[in-house]
């Protein structure tokens, strides 16, 4: 047997891969699901909804696969959205899954900061704890939903450890995805009982804390009969997305960076040893290997600066400005925009500072501006930032940087973006399966086809490399320190706006 069968459980759909020995994809599929958004920051999903879409991306990869390709599966290897909270009852889920985007919990996560201070909670979990955390959304289940919470056997805190669970029967949780939660004491690698203990809340629902690599069961008949996966195979506990992703990039060993350029953003990296930052915005979590760690600044809103853009900037000729269009502006603006910045935090931002006030701006604007120059801004704007990213995570950059994510298709963003940072910017193959091809990795070092979380290059074909030039290094170095110094000084003006929005 030569397969791994990957899943990831993601925030819009499921993917499922067979992928051989070599890294190259055998069959895949995917199918999607729906989220529903309500009123107070409440962000929830069926976990149901993540079992239906799972077995459906599995008829797909069955029909795209050799007829022999089942009997093949050496391993089923997860991974997933991580910080969800998913009450689990005797028969599945109570109720929908708490996102880990889902904020509902504000009173709850000022109660735990004023209760146990904010110092000592970062020392404990080396991470902020807001509403989104665990933490806060348990207290505001035990407020708003105690019958439900007295029901839970479990709380599972992944979703592919909902899959893990329909798979095999059994419920954990991986280190990474732990880490994530405000329960877990990152020190000493386990939960924190003595923060449970303080806040009332019951431990014994927590899952057992597990290796990535550690097999979580055998999948059961049941499960055989509505995946197609044989019995027995072994189901690896797997690891959250972040982790997945970073190894799936080939950014899984210490000293590789990687950038995600979607609609948000964030710069992660591998440490052997890792300092929290979270007066930064950086989240320290625990990496697959025992001992190591995955630093990640997070941007809120990072292409999806150039979306606002696009859209904006359509006309009745054009209804919605084409990508296409904008690359082609672009590239008549020289370096700096003539002039222009462009800060792009548009829904606020998380790191390097942490602040749901901010908001975009142009500087800068003259009476021949043109869309142009307003385009190649946004793209310097949003790669300015990621600069601000990589100087606050202070990772020892010894390569080149990995760009993933949708803009990273564009044929100028990366040339501004390896500019910017100085460095050589490598375009990885196929980024949307980044978290499948990580999970397959993880199931290779478990079942000791390899030594090491970047095995061979050609598990992370580049497509193209751009290197950066000298001159356009030194003039953003200079723009770059103005970029730096715009936030600080609007600052007071962001809040004021706010207020004045919000009728106060």
Not at 113 to 119: E, K, M, Q, S, V
Not at 416 to 442: F, K, N, S, T, W
Request: with cysteine; proline share 5%; glycine share 10%.
């Amino acid at each position: 047997m030569n397969l791994i069968l990957a899943l990831d459980i993601g925030t819009t759909g499921t993917k499922a891969a067979l992928i051989d020995r070599e890294g190259q994809f055998i069959g895949i599929g995917y199918a999607d699901y729906l989220t529903y958004h309500g009123a107070g920051n409440v962000v929830e999903q069926e976990p149901a909804d993540w079992w239906r879409a799972t077995c459906a991306a599995l008829a797909q990869v069955w029909q795209s696969a050799p007829a022999d390709a089942a009997q093949q599966v050496a391993m089923v290897s997860l991974s997933g959205q991580m910080q969800d909270l998913i009450l689990l009852g005797a028969d599945g889920a109570i109720g929908r899954a708490l996102l880990y985007s889902d904020c509902r919990a504000q009173e709850e996560a000022a109660f735990v900061n004023a209760l146990i201070g904010r110092t000592t909670l970062e020392q404990i979990t080396g991470n902020e704890q807001g509403a989104a955390s665990l933490l806060a959304k348990w207290l505001w289940l035990q407020k708003n939903a105690p019958v439900q919470l007295a029901a839970c056997r479990k709380i599972l805190v992944g979703a592919h450890e909902y899959i893990g669970w329909h798979l095999h029967g059994g419920a954990g949780a991986d280190y990474t995805t732990a880490a994530t939660t405000g329960l877990l004491d990152l020190a000493q690698n386990q939960w924190s009982y003595a923060l449970l203990i303080r806040l009332g809340l019951d431990a014994d629902k927590l899952p057992g804390l597990c290796a990535a690599t550690e097999i979580g069961g055998e999948v059961t008949a049941d499960a055989s009969a509505v995946t197609g996966i044989p019995v027995g195979t072994p189901v690896l506990r797997g690891a959250g997305d972040l982790a997945a992703t970073t190894i799936g990039v080939g950014a899984g060993e210490p000293g590789r960076l990687y950038a995600y350029l979607g609609t948000s953003g964030w710069l992660a990296s591998s440490l052997a040893r890792a300092t929290p930052n979270v007066q930064s915005g950086i989240f320290t979590l625990r990496h697959p290997a025992p001992q190591r760690y995955i630093q990640v600044a997070p941007m809120l809103t990072a292409g999806g600066n150039l979306d606002w853009f696009r859209t904006q900037a359509a006309s009745y000729q054009l209804p919605v400005t084409s990508y296409d269009w904008i690359n082609e502006q672009v590239v008549t603006v020289p370096v700096g925009s003539r002039g222009l910045i462009y800060l792009p935090y548009l829904a606020g931002e998380r790191s390097p500072f942490s602040d749901p006030q901010a908001r975009g701006a142009f500087i800068g604007l003259s009476l021949l501006t043109t869309q142009a120059e307003q385009a190649r801004a946004v793209m310097e704007g949003v790669a300015f930032a990621y600069r601000n990213l990589r100087d606050s995570l202070q990772v020892a950059q010894t390569g080149p940087l990995f760009l993933v994510g949708g803009g990273a298709k564009s044929t100028i963003w990366p040339q501004i973006m390896a500019d910017v940072l100085g460095c050589e910017v490598q375009i990885v193959a196929a980024p949307g399966d980044a978290a499948v091809r990580g999970a397959a990795i993880l199931a290779g070092i478990r079942l000791g086809w390899y030594t090491g979380y970047a095995p061979h290059a050609h598990f992370f074909p580049i497509v193209n490399t751009y290197t950066p030039y000298a001159e356009n290094v030194q003039q953003y170095e200079a723009i770059y320190r103005i970029f730096r110094s715009l936030y600080p000084q609007l600052r007071r003006a962001f809040a004021d706006l706010a207020r004045i929005q919000a009728g106060l």
